[in-house]
Nanobody, 121 residues
């Protein structure tokens, strides 16, 4: 019953900013990793940024220095702050959650529904 709800996508001019939000709900014993991936039509999904329960972050080389991945105090909401956006950032962005599921007593994963980000003049 764990779900992710994404919001914040849209159309933005090159050089502009957007902030994506991803809220997790349901029976989550503990969050292990939250993050963002993106996918362009006809291409494979790729990592954008992740943050672990311990606060370690990982960014794709293409977004380093431009994107950050803050999270809330409960570590059940994650954001993707996107600055200095480029046309090549255009993609569907998917939120990702890896968590400890007490029902199966093991690690589980869930994906958000995706939100479109378009960078164009």
């Amino acid at each position: 019953q764990v779900q992710l709800v994404e919001s914040g996508g849209g159309l933005v001019q090159p050089g502009g900013s957007l902030r994506l939000s991803c809220a997790a709900s349901g029976s989550i014993l503990s969050v292990l990793v939250m993050g963002w991936y993106r996918q362009v039509s006809g291409k494979q999904r790729e990592l954008v940024a992740t943050i672990t329960s311990g606060g370690s972050t990982n960014y794709a080389d293409s977004v380093k220095g431009r994107f950050t991945i803050p999270r809330d105090n409960a570590k059940k909401t994650v954001y993707l702050q996107m600055n200095s956006l480029k046309p090549e950032d255009t993609a569907i962005y998917y939120c990702y959650l890896a968590y400890w599921d007490s029902n199966i007593w093991g690690r589980n994963e869930v994906w958000g529904q995706g939100t479109q980000v378009t960078v164009s003049s």
